[in-house]
């Protein structure tokens, strides 16, 4: 005999606009809450807020101007990414566990490399705006 599910199981009524009022509040909930308890997140906003007016002055056209906003918001979706395995590790168990550690450690290596990423297409497009 089958076990039966819970009833949070049945997706049977979450779909269409039903769905994407969900998914836009569950979104809207996790970019309050990483604003609320995530520093680093916090520190990342201030400073694309920051650049933007650099973005603006850098960029020859709209796509430059998107571009920049883009990488800017590829760190931010890696911050975010990091953030929520951090706290499913952090949910499983504060113990020290080498497998817990390297999840953590690969989470934010992810963030380091797109902060790098970011870098690298920023000071591309200074260079270019000052000597191209």
Known sequence: MAEERPAFFDKSANTGLTHL???ARF???G???ALRRESAFRQEIAVLIV???LAVWMSRSIMDFVALMAVAGF???VELLNSAVEATV???GTDHHEMAGLAKD???AAVMLSLIVAAMVWLAF???RIYG
Do not use: K
């Open 126 to 128: 200074l260079f270019q």
């Open 51 to 53: 650049l933007m007016p």
């Open 21 to 23: 009022r969900n998914a």
């Open 31 to 33: 970019f309050i809450e």
């Open 27 to 29: 979104s809207a909930q």
């Open 106 to 108: 690969y989470g934010s």
């Open 90 to 92: 952090d949910r499983i």
């Open 75 to 77: 760190v931010l979706v």
